[in-house]
Antibody, heavy 117, light 108 residues
Framework: EVQLVESGGGLVKPGGSLRVSCAAS????????MNWVRQAPGKGLQWVSSIDTSSSHIYYGDSVKGRFTISRDNARNLLYLQMNSLRAEDTAVYYC??????????WGQGTLVTVSS | EIVLTQSPGTLSLSPGERATLSCRASQSVNSNYLAWYQQKPGQAPRLLIYGASSRATGIPDRFSGSGSGTDFTLTISRLEPEDFAVYYCQQYGSTVWTFGQGTKVEIK
């Protein structure tokens, strides 16, 4: 059974940093691209970033480019999102999602990041 | 960036009725790389449809997707109580993935 478990969310001040993680199990992690998608409270889904199997191709949405960094550890089946220079508008639930092809076939339950002073 | 516009914003229907949800793209979606997701309150999204018309594993056949180019449709043939939720379309034909703003299907 595919499982994606996010962690590391919390309260952070504007301008601060936070790293969220996603622990993957139940599939061959090294064989699939991975993604982060966020959802602000009461709002829709917004794609944040994607990374291919070998970390050779990495993509970011315009709203996070230059501030967020996606990475993965294939030996430990972990996906990361390092978030710097956080803003109030980054407040959201952050979901980790597995790719099949380039659509997202499994999602974690999410971790809440709140940016507030 | 491809902008996806979903309509209507809210659909008020009764169980057993047919639901028709629309997703329109600002430009043609490459290879019909269009997916639909269902999200219930407090839950993660769930993949329903990929490639515009292929049902994901375990998705009941009352869900169907159609369309091509810039116009896509998700149809729920007979609404079950568990189908009342928010539905999002997503295009994945470019390396800037985008979602529609969602359609809420609510009980009338």
């Amino acid at each position: 059974e595919v499982q994606l478990v996010e962690s590391g969310g919390g309260l952070v001040k504007p301008g601060g940093s936070l790293r969220v993680s996603c622990a993957a199990s139940g599939f061959t992690f090294i064989s699939y691209s991975m993604n982060w998608v966020r959802q602000a409270p009461g709002k829709g889904l917004q794609w944040v970033s994607s990374i291919d199997t070998s970390s050779s191709h990495i993509y970011y949405g315009d709203s996070v480019k230059g501030r967020f960094t996606i990475s993965r550890d294939n030996a430990r089946n972990l996906l990361y999102l390092q978030m710097n220079s956080l803003r109030a508008e980054d407040t959201a639930v952050y979901y980790c999602a597995k790719s099949f092809g380039w659509y997202f076939d499994f999602w974690g339950q999410g971790t809440l990041v709140t940016v507030s002073s | 960036e491809i902008v996806l516009t979903q309509s209507p914003g809210t659909l008020s229907l009764s169980p057993g009725e047919r639901a028709t949800l629309s997703c329109r793209a600002s430009q043609s979606v490459n290879s019909n790389y269009l997916a639909w997701y269902q999200q219930k309150p407090g839950q993660a999204p769930r993949l329903l449809i990929y490639g515009a018309s292929s049902r994901a594993t375990g998705i009941p056949d009352r869900f169907s997707g159609s369309g091509s180019g810039t116009d896509f449709t998700l149809t729920i043939s007979r609404l079950e109580p568990e189908d009342f939720a928010v539905y999002y379309c997503q295009q994945y034909g470019s390396t800037v993935w985008t979602f529609g703003q969602g359609t809420k299907v609510e009980i009338k």
